[in-house]
């Protein structure tokens, strides 16, 4: 019953990070770093610590007892996950809301899936699934298979990707209403993709590094209601800290963006919805965050192991995959290149069962 409350709370916070770029579809008149770190803001510097308040009593007295160490190592991965995070954006600019997602969320979750499980192997600690354990065992040698069959969804992602770069004309327009031969970039769009991809795995380091501070709202939660499993909530308080390192980097790319374009008035101008961009900046910031909520909720049904993260990327792979389908992002290409994304789609959600079954047999 764990596992199965535990994929459901991925599949929502997937949902969510899949389906977190739409509102910004909305924004009028307003440039990429205009809208994006207005979104962040909400995602990095507003929602989380209300949140954490919301969710855990004290979570300011537990962030200020921290030691110096742990914070800035939290802080740091938070910083290098914020480049990923930013690329992310761009990704999706350059190739879609599909096939972007497909790339960096599958490079992701080999790499935030992976390195930590073989750190702990070097460096054991109680409750930590290392690389030997996964290798040396039914459960292990399953999760692993789900995460060798969503690498090859990721490549018959890639495929389609090229098929379609190959099929549209350079008068088509792409999903942001734009000219294609400007928007649509493949080269400059699997370089800043690759980046991001094995960047953004950094967030799960800076959950790992930050987890003594979940695990005092952990045991403190757990104190008051013995009895009751884990806490659902206790990733709350690391989340804030994590995202004061993705905000850093990311207000210091779109500011120098700001400067460069002479896009600061963006803020300010009249001539554009600035009620509804705000709004729909804002709904796209939280509904971001809302990933890492409801990940923390599944991880606490899990283990933060690597089933967890491939399980809340593979999700994410799903739904944004599925946008891509709705939005039409594959209009205008042949029926062949259209059931190749599908059959990544398909790919996808079987390693997803893949993984679930694995967790299952955990003992």
């Known amino acids: 019953m764990q596992t199965i409350f535990g994929v459901i709370f991925h599949f929502i916070g997937g949902f969510a990070s899949g389906s977190f770029y739409m509102p910004f579809k909305k924004v009028k008149g307003w440039h990429w770093e205009s809208y994006w770190i207005v979104g962040g803001v909400f995602s990095w510097l507003i929602v989380p610590p209300v949140a954490a308040y919301l969710t855990i009593p004290g979570f300011a007295d537990i962030i200020r007892q921290t030691g110096g160490g742990t914070l800035a190592l939290t802080y740091m991965f938070g910083v290098l996950w914020g480049i990923g995070g930013l690329t992310y954006g761009l990704g999706v600019r350059y190739l879609g809301v599909s096939l972007g997602s497909s ?115 952990n045991e403190v939660w757990k104190a008051a209601n013995p009895g009751q499993g884990n806490f659902l909530y206790q990733n709350n308080v690391t989340y804030v800290v ?45 509904t971001w965050f809302l990933q890492f909520f409801f990940y923390g909720m599944g991880e606490s049904r899990m283990g933060n192991g690597p089933s967890s993260w491939i399980l809340h990327m593979a999700f994410i792979i799903l739904v944004a995959n599925a946008w891509g389908l709705v939005l039409k992002e594959w209009k205008g290409v042949d029926k062949k290149t259209k059931t190749t994304i599908v059959v990544g789609i398909i790919t996808v959600v079987a390693s997803v069962l893949v993984v679930g079954f694995g967790n299952s047999m955990k003992p």
Not at 155 to 168: F, N, P, R, V, Y
Not at 242 to 259: P, R, S
Request: aromatic share 12%.
């Open 103 to 217: 790339i960096i969320l599958g490079l992701c979750m080999v790499f935030g899936a992976i390195i930590p499980s073989i750190y702990y192997n070097f460096f054991p600690q109680a409750g930590k699934d290392s690389f030997a354990m996964l290798i040396h065992s039914q459960w292990g040698l399953t999760v692993l298979a789900g995460l060798a069959l969503c690498v090859v969804a990721i490549i018959i992602c890639g495929k389609a990707g090229m098929m379609k770069e190959k099929q549209l004309s350079a008068t088509s327009t792409d999903p942001h209403g734009t000219n294609q031969a400007t928007e649509y970039k493949f080269a400059l769009g699997m370089l800043v993709s690759i980046v991001s991809g094995v960047l953004s795995a950094c967030f799960n380091f800076g959950l790992e590094a930050g987890k003594p501070m979940a695990d005092i709202a």
């Open 242 to 286: 994590v995202l004061w390192g993705g905000l850093t980097t990311n207000f210091i790319w779109c500011m120098v963006l700001n400067a460069r374009n002479k896009t600061f008035g963006d803020y300010t101008n009249k001539q554009t919805p600035l009620l509804g961009n705000y709004v729909f900046a804002a709904l796209a910031g939280t």
